[in-house]
T-cell receptor
Framework: GDSVTQMEGPVTLSEEAFLTINCTYT??????LFWYVQYPGEGLQLLLK?????DKGSNKGFEATYRKETTSFHLEKGSVQVSDSAVYFC????????????FGTGTRLLVSP | AAGVIQSPRHLIKEKRETATLKCYPI?????VYWYQQGPGQDPQFLIS???????DKGSIPDRFSAQQFSDYHSELNMSSLELGDSALYFC???????????FGEGSRLTVL
């Protein structure tokens, strides 16, 4: 079935460091891809998305490019802040059928001052 | 803009009790999804509804049931609660076409 694999956390960085969180997917078709962020004690917030190959999603300094050839959607940020500390979930959604989201296991990011 | 509304936000129950969670989708969204997120876990798909009919089923226990009503709101009914049911329950809604899912803030269930 469709699935998402994320790098395990926690990822621990100092403020202003460069962030990469790897995400790869397996799908029978051409899904839309998403990154969600969950701050402690809060719900899921959509961070960015891409709906087709070579699309780049971006928001709040975060970016991810939909790479069909490597089935990847890695999340990057050039300079992280303490306020970016959260759990990040990569997810896919097929654009036909029931269109439910399939999540990866999440990656916890800890940014220290 | 209106968002997905879930109630209650927090719920504490004893083992073997029942609980009902409610979800009010964004207006004109006809599809509702329920997810369960255990402590430190990723959200797991439980069940979905489209136009008041069950459309897909995931890892929903037999002790749980859900439905979508004529006003498109949905309720998740959980019976014979177990300690392992303690989790954050998310509802999401989607409009027509291939639109994204919009999540509510979640309902946190604690079973003692």
């Amino acid at each position: 079935g469709d699935s998402v694999t994320q790098m395990e956390g926690p990822v621990t960085l100092s403020e202003e460091a460069f962030l990469t969180i790897n995400c790869t997917y397996t799908a029978t078709g051409y899904p839309s891809l998403f990154w969600y962020v969950q701050y402690p004690g809060e719900g899921l917030q959509l961070l960015l998305k891409a709906t087709k190959a070579d699309d780049k999603g971006s928001n709040k300094g975060f970016e991810a490019t939909y790479r069909k050839e490597t089935t990847s959607f890695h999340l990057e940020k050039g300079s992280v802040q303490v306020s970016d500390s959260a759990v990040y979930f990569c997810a896919l959604k097929m654009n036909t059928g029931f269109q439910k989201l399939v999540f990866g296991t999440g990656t916890r990011l800890l940014v220290s001052p | 803009a209106a968002g997905v509304i879930q109630s209650p936000r927090h719920l504490i129950k004893e083992k073997r009790e029942t609980a009902t969670l409610k979800c009010y989708p964004i207006p004109r969204h006809d599809t509702v999804y329920w997810y369960q997120q255990g402590p430190g876990q990723d959200p797991q798909f439980l069940i979905s509804f489209y136009e008041k009919m069950q459309s897909d089923k995931g890892s929903i226990p037999d002790r749980f049931s859900a439905q979508q009503f004529s006003d498109y709101h949905s309720e998740l009914n959980m019976s014979s609660l177990e300690l392992g049911d303690s989790a954050l329950y998310f509802c999401a809604s989607r409009g027509e076409g291939t639109g994204e899912l919009f999540f509510g803030e979640g309902s946190r269930l604690t079973v003692l």
